[in-house]
């Protein structure tokens, strides 16, 4: 498949790491949702100084990334 597209199999695997999520990335995502979802008015610094409560190790700008994924 590698041959057939042009592209060197170190290439591709690396492309293919880089390219998927991480799990702590996963499980920041879902607790924003949960948290947008159950405190509907709040916004992503309300939400971000929630989840430095609950134990996640964030910022304001990546909240507001995640938020607008």
Known sequence: MCTLAG???AGYYRHW???APRAEETGV?????R???THRHYGYRRI??????EG???NRKRVLR???E
Do not use: P
């Open 7 to 9: 592209v060197s199999r």
């Open 17 to 19: 790491a880089a390219s």
């Open 29 to 33: 995502r879902d607790a924003i949702q």
């Open 35 to 37: 948290l947008a979802l």
């Open 48 to 53: 971000s100084a929630q989840l430095r409560r």
């Open 56 to 58: 996640f190790v964030v």
């Open 66 to 68: 995640l938020m607008r």
